[in-house]
């Protein structure tokens, strides 16, 4: 057991932030541990508990973005929202360039896996959690339609049946609700390429899915692909669309416009 934590503490260490299941995926590739739910419920999920609560992980390395905290952004002080502000300001990126872009995800639970690079960016992370509801597709088309510029969709979701058929309903949905849109529509991930050449973990097709008839072979989740890698993919797309010099430009004045915030604080400090 203390080599699967000595193991647990690498794989972590080197690719943080992992939601638990990519941890389990992981230790599979490495053969610290078996493909099976009970290794991943009695050895994984209860060793990432006991490690995190003796404080041998920090828990800021294991992602879980299926629970949180829903509350206003409130302030102390007038002085408090600027100084608050003055730190956090970001400059629209997108509104200089000559594209659109979003990265879409089938999976809650690794939003805060692909989230560090999509929040470096100014990028929508689209989370389907299954399947989209019809509001949520309409309100997405929505907003792509009002960008009124090229707009490039990559998702990434599970290599099987249910999988391969969001991917599909998604963008069917998009393209109803924005007739008039410039779409690209990509699924970048899991793709039978990627489970061959990352020789990524399988699990047998669920029987009981009822699109399983037409889907021949073992499927792949995409927490199987390795967060650095994933994280790779998502960067990849987003950096293919970016205008280097209008984002040097917007990054200029970003910083122009975050001294006058501070310039404001400072005043009001003096009054």
């Not at 099976?36 to 041998?56: D, F, G, I, N, P």
């Not at 102390?76 to 003055?86: P, Y």
């Not at 959690?129 to 090229?150: F, H, M, N, T, V």
């Not at 990352?198 to 699990?203: C, H, I, K, V, Y």
Request: hydrophobic share 40%.
């Amino acid at each position: 057991m203390e080599t699967i934590r000595e193991a647990i503490y690498r794989v972590t260490q080197a690719q943080h932030p992992m939601t638990v299941r990519q941890v389990f995926y992981q230790l599979v590739s490495i053969g610290a541990i078996e493909k099976t739910e009970a290794e991943y419920k009695q050895t994984v999920v209860r060793l990432l508990t006991l490690m995190r609560r003796s404080r041998e992980l920090p828990f800021g390395w294991i992602a879980d973005n299926t629970r949180w905290m829903r509350k206003p952004r409130t302030y102390s002080s007038l002085e408090h929202m600027l100084a608050l502000t003055a730190e956090t300001y970001r400059r629209a990126l997108w509104s200089d360039q000559d594209v659109y872009t979003e990265i879409w995800l089938e999976k809650d639970a690794l939003a805060g896996v692909l989230y560090q690079e999509t929040e470096h960016y100014d990028v929508p992370l689209m989370v389907t959690r299954g399947y989209s509801s019809l509001s949520y597709l309409y309100e997405a088309a929505e907003a792509i339609g009002a960008q009124a510029k090229p707009a490039f969709l990559y998702y990434f979701g599970d290599f099987d049946p249910s999988g391969l058929d969001i991917t599909r309903s998604v963008e069917r949905g998009i393209r109803e609700f924005a007739p008039g849109a410039d779409i690209y529509f990509e699924r970048v991930a899991v793709t039978r390429e990627q489970i061959e050449t990352l020789n990524l973990p399988t699990r047998p097709t669920k029987k009981t899915d009822s699109r399983s008839k037409n889907f021949t072979g073992e499927s792949v989740e995409v927490d199987a692909i390795p967060p650095t890698v994933l994280r790779g993919l998502v960067k990849e797309c987003i950096e293919k669309h970016i205008d280097r010099r209008a984002l040097a430009r917007t990054r200029r004045i970003e910083v122009a416009e975050r001294e006058t915030l501070v310039a404001i604080q400072q005043q009001m400090q003096g009054w």
